[in-house]
């Protein structure tokens, strides 16, 4: 599978962004989906994940209740829509491809090459 992640850029606080993650090659609908992010000068930290239907989201609890995941197996594509950044969110995200129900980036086969969002305050 190849992801291609796109959508970042930079937003005021409070605002909102919507990432989209574009998958080709091997069956899509087949695998679970994750966002993960890593900001400066950190580790690279789960945000969210759905599973391969869409019938099940589940996510970090720095970003429960202003983001939310969700896919369109139709058109290969899975998106992170972010509501009511804060600083704290800037980062570089990464989508990424699993056969598990997983929370760790080791369970993740496929990723992304990654998009950038900062938040300014």
């Known amino acids: 599978v190849q992801l291609q992640a796109s959508g970042g850029g930079l937003v005021q606080a409070g605002g909102s962004l919507r990432l989209s993650c574009a998958a080709s090659?091997?069956?899509?609908?087949?695998?679970?989906m994750g966002w993960f992010r890593q900001g400066p000068g950190k580790e690279r930290e789960f945000v969210g994940r759905?599973?391969?239907?869409?019938?099940?989201?589940y996510y970090a609890n720095s970003v429960a209740g202003r983001f939310t995941i969700s896919r369109d197996n139709a058109k290969n594509t899975v998106y992170l829509q972010m509501n009511s950044l804060k600083p704290e969110d800037t980062a570089v995200y990464y989508c990424?491809?699993?056969?598990?129900?997983?929370?760790?980036?080791?369970?993740?086969?496929?990723w992304g090459q990654g998009t950038q969002v900062t938040v300014s305050s």
């Open positions: 759905i599973n391969w239907s869409g019938s099940s989201t």
């Open positions: 990424a491809a699993s056969t598990k129900a997983s929370t760790k980036a080791a369970d993740y086969r496929y």
């Open positions: 090659g091997r069956t899509f609908s087949a695998y679970d």
